[in-house]
């Protein structure tokens, strides 16, 4: 694992954070997609239904990337890692200024770069959960606020751009921004040094002497063995398959339910980037002050009625922007959120590995929720939707942590190991 920093107390842990929000501000790019879908299909004559595919690779990339990722983190330290997927998405979207083809841009926008996002995206949120134990939801949405944030910040740049180099010429300039932007904040990240904790900090214990939230080591094949961890892959998928069968079609949406303009539609995309960045902020604080399991119930009971009104209810303008604020806020919540539990349960020590495996089922929500919504219609699409979101509020009623048992070590000192069957 890397060394750097690991004897240094004195590191300056917020520095961390301020390389992992520079990170997260570029990563946060990748929802912008929807900017180049129009310009692309002008272009080169390419179909929409091609052009809005290249989102869907990316995002699949982007997941997978984060299992091996994560794995590979917990071996050679976050900053290798990191500043190798800032160099990888730097290159694939500027690359794809070279597209004549669609399966180019694929290679290049959806599979080069969609690897390297995933490596980045990773790397920040596995290390700063070590270095603030104290306030790991808070930190969490912090930096995945960035992530939200990101992609408001990039939207009127991409769009000057386009507008005065061309879609092509655009993605040569901002591969070269968000490269160099990843790897600068990547050269902060560092791991805590071994037992690490916040001057004035004492880890809880929970109430019957259960472990303390992230004490446990579980492997991932171990996570797996246990309930839980199919608790956290429910959540993943069925609140992102909601939120990303809104993100992805907002504008159509409104225009095809309501009767909006492009441009009034259009706003929808906005408040969701705006509410998911307040969501990945808000729901951190407020998972640390009322507990987790309160938060994804609440959580998902939102969600729910969100899709049950864009499914059931005639919407006006209004409403129809309520909603999408409501789903916005609820998708950066459980961002912030499902990271930091997959932590508390199955402890930091692979806390990359372990939420890599939980986030390829936003790879699979994001391949399939946007093609649902077309095949059978929005108001169909929304009502499944909110169905999977009260099954998602039901698991949180009877969630709880997975046990552990203690066992001595060699030095006669108790290390917490997973009670799961056939663990070793």
């Given at each position: 694992m890397?060394?750097?920093?690991q004897n240094?107390?004195?590191?300056n842990r917020w520095l961390?954070?301020?390389?992992s929000?520079l990170m997260?501000?570029?990563?946060?790019?990748?929802?912008?997609?929807?900017l180049?879908n129009r310009?692309?299909?002008?272009?080169?004559?390419?179909?929409?239904?091609d052009?809005v595919?290249?989102f869907?690779i990316?995002?699949?990339c982007f997941?997978?990337?984060v299992?091996?990722?994560?794995r590979?983190?917990?071996?050679?330290g976050p900053?290798?890692?990191a500043i190798a997927?800032?160099?990888l998405t730097?290159?694939g979207?500027?690359?794809a200024?070279f597209?004549?083809?669609?399966?180019f841009?694929?290679?290049?926008y959806?599979?080069?770069a969609g690897?390297?996002?995933?490596a980045?995206?990773?790397?920040?949120?596995?290390?700063c959960v070590k270095?603030?134990?104290?306030?790991?939801?808070?930190i969490?949405g912090?930096?995945?606020?960035a992530?939200g944030?990101?992609?408001?910040v990039?939207?009127?740049?991409?769009?000057i751009?386009?507008?005065?180099?061309?879609?092509?010429?655009?993605?040569?300039?901002?591969?070269?921004?968000y490269g160099?932007l990843i790897?600068a904040?990547?050269?902060?990240l560092?791991v805590?040094?071994?037992?690490?904790r916040?001057?004035?900090?004492t880890?809880?214990?929970s109430?019957?002497?259960?472990?303390?939230?992230?004490?446990?080591?579980?492997?991932?094949?171990?996570?797996?063995?246990?309930?839980?961890f199919?608790?956290l892959?429910?959540?993943?998928?069925?609140?992102?398959?909601?939120?990303?069968?809104?993100i992805?079609?907002a504008?159509?949406?409104?225009?095809?339910?309501?009767?909006?303009s492009?441009?009034?539609?259009?706003?929808?995309v906005?408040?969701?980037?705006?509410?998911n960045?307040c969501?990945?902020?808000g729901?951190?604080?407020?998972?640390?002050r009322?507990?987790?399991?309160p938060?994804?119930?609440a959580?998902f009971?939102?969600?729910?009625?969100?899709?049950?009104?864009?499914?059931?209810?005639?919407?006006t303008?209004?409403?129809?922007?309520?909603?999408?604020?409501?789903?916005?806020f609820?998708?950066?919540?459980?961002a912030?959120?499902?990271?930091?539990?997959?932590?508390?349960?199955?402890?930091?020590a692979?806390?990359g590995?372990n939420?890599g495996?939980?986030?390829?089922?936003y790879?699979?929500?994001a391949?399939?929720a946007?093609?649902l919504?077309?095949?059978i219609g929005?108001?169909?699409?929304?009502?499944v939707?909110?169905?999977?979101?009260?099954?998602g509020?039901?698991?949180?009623?009877?969630a709880?942590?997975?046990?552990?048992?203690k066992?001595?070590?060699?030095?006669?000192?108790?290390g917490?190991?997973?009670?799961v069957s056939g663990a070793?």
């Open positions: 890397e060394t750097a920093y240094e107390k004195n590191h961390v954070v301020a390389g929000l997260q501000l570029s990563l946060g790019a990748i929802y912008t997609w929807s180049f310009p692309l299909v002008e272009a080169h004559g390419w179909t929409p239904g052009t595919f290249t869907s990316t995002l699949a997941s997978v990337a299992i091996f990722a994560g590979i983190q917990d071996k050679i900053k290798k890692v997927g800032g160099l730097g290159l979207v500027a690359l200024s597209a004549t083809n669609v399966y841009l694929y290679l290049t959806g599979v080069i690897i390297g996002i995933g980045a995206y990773v790397t920040p949120l596995a290390t270095w603030f134990p104290e306030k790991r939801g808070l969490t912090l930096i995945l606020a992530l944030v990101g992609g408001m990039f939207k009127p740049i991409i769009l751009f386009i507008t005065k180099f061309g879609v092509s010429q655009s993605f040569l300039y901002l591969g070269c921004i160099v790897v904040g990547a050269m902060f560092a805590p040094p071994q037992g690490y916040p001057p004035g900090w880890p809880p214990v109430q019957g002497g259960a472990a303390p939230a992230g004490s446990r080591r579980f492997s991932t094949g171990q996570a797996m063995r246990t309930p839980q199919y608790m892959v429910a959540w993943m998928f069925f609140g992102s398959a909601a939120a990303l069968m809104i992805s079609v504008a159509n949406i409104g225009m095809t339910m309501i009767g909006l492009l441009a009034a539609a259009g706003n929808a906005v408040t969701i980037a705006l509410f960045a969501g990945r902020l729901w951190g604080w407020i998972s640390d009322f507990g987790r399991k938060s994804i119930l959580n009971i939102m969600l729910s009625l969100a899709m049950f009104y864009m499914a059931l209810i005639p919407m303008y209004a409403g129809f922007l309520v909603a999408t604020c409501v789903v916005g609820c998708f950066g919540g459980l912030a959120m499902l990271p930091t539990l997959t932590a508390e349960w199955f402890g930091l692979n806390v590995n939420y495996a939980v986030f390829i089922f790879g699979i929500a391949l399939t946007p093609r919504s077309i095949a929005f108001e169909s699409a929304f009502l939707a909110g169905i999977a979101c009260t099954i509020a039901v698991i949180a009623i009877f709880k942590a997975p046990g552990v048992e066992k001595a070590d060699s030095l006669g000192t108790e917490l190991k997973p009670k070793s």
